[in-house]
């Protein structure tokens, strides 16, 4: 296990800045996941930490050690591609023992850990296939066993799910998250996926135009958004403009600015009363009942079935809301039918306004 620490790193290509001054710290065994849109810096990010990119400032350590210039053969890293970079003319078990040959060991011994790894990634009886033979689920699976034969200490993927189909990618990721908390490697783990982070992350960090967003757990980042952009992006989320009216440790009161609903928040926030914020709901967090006494008066604009749940799509002071409450609950509300929204004040939140990511 290693701990991996990010200080002020930065990559510069030319004139464009893909990784901007980013500090952070990786825990020895953590699965920690790069997660935002495409362009946001994190392929850079992991291509830095496997010693593949220079950054233009900053460091890089593993533990005490500084490995900002070190080779990426002497930093015991493991890779898994994208496109999972297997060399088509070698075998199965020739792409897993191609790192151990090149690491100086015996023919003999580098088969039996390659047939090792094969067996541990369900792939044992397919050493001898060539890659074309295999499906891209096999294919993903020889990749992470090349990675892992090496017994890394941190384990670097690079978005290993994207070319597999959704059915496979859920019965992959859960099989991935067993291998790596076997092998003891701390992994960072690229992917735009929102619920592919959620499920397999111990924590994970949301980037934007190579700025850090946000760290923390997924329940964290995704209940407790530092801003607009790690809200909108980390789900979905009803952002509504509104002025702040009361604010401390025990929570808000905030006047929607369009509409003037009056809504209140148990969370502590560090806006002051007077400034911009923006209201932030989850729409599984809203209920749709009868308007009498809910905080929030609405019109269903449309209201879908969805098995598990309805969608509503709702006109709240003028804007467009969205609200997804489960199908036991009342309804179903049709077109054009007056209704109220209401939702527990501690999964309110109030964020610092933000033009940019609001629209």
Not at 10 to 17: E, M, P
Not at 85 to 100: D, E, I, K, M, W
Not at 276 to 284: F, S, T, V
């Amino acid at each position: 296990m290693a701990e991996v620490r990010l200080e002020a790193l930065t990559k510069d290509y030319g004139a464009v800045r893909a990784v901007d001054r980013l500090n952070m710290t990786i825990a020895p065994g953590e699965f920690f996941s790069l997660l935002g849109p495409s362009g946001c810096g994190k392929t850079s990010t992991l291509r830095i930490i496997a010693g593949l990119e220079a950054p233009s400032s900053g460091r890089l350590w593993f533990g005490q050690q500084d490995v900002t210039a070190l080779a990426p053969h002497r930093r015991r890293v493991g890779m898994v591609f994208q496109n999972y970079a297997l060399f088509p003319h070698l075998t199965v078990a020739g792409n897993v023992a191609y790192g151990l040959r090149a690491h100086g060991l015996s023919r003999a011994e580098a088969a039996r850990k390659a047939a090792a790894a094969l067996d541990r990634v369900a792939l044992a009886g397919l050493e001898r296939r060539r890659v074309h033979e295999l499906s891209g689920g096999q294919q993903q699976r020889v990749a992470l066993a090349r990675a892992l034969v090496l017994e890394p200490a941190i384990l670097l993927l690079d978005e290993p799910l994207s070319n597999l189909d959704a059915a496979l990618r859920l019965e992959t990721r859960a099989e991935l998250r067993r291998l790596q908390a076997a092998s003891g490697a701390t992994a960072v783990y690229v992917t735009h996926d929102q619920e592919e982070a959620l499920a397999v992350s111990d924590r994970l960090a949301v980037l934007k135009g190579g700025r850090l967003q946000q760290v923390g757990t997924p329940r964290q980042v995704y209940l407790e958004p530092a801003n607009a952009f790690v809200a909108s992006f980390l789900g979905r989320a009803n952002l509504a403009p509104a002025t702040v009216l009361e604010a401390g440790s025990d929570g808000w009161v905030a006047r929607l600015d369009h509409g003037g609903a009056v809504l209140r928040g148990a969370a502590p926030t560090d806006l002051a009363a007077g400034a911009p914020a923006l209201c932030c709901l989850r729409p599984e967090s809203l209920a749709v009942g009868p308007p009498d006494g809910a905080p929030l008066r609405a019109v269903v604009a449309e209201a879908t079935f969805l098995g598990a749940r309805y969608e509503y799509r709702l006109e709240v002071g003028g804007v467009s809301w969205l609200a997804t409450p489960p199908t036991a609950a009342a309804g179903p509300w049709p077109p054009g039918a007056a209704v109220g929204l209401s939702f527990d004040p501690a999964a309110a939140r109030l964020l610092p306004a933000d033009p940019e990511t609001a629209a």
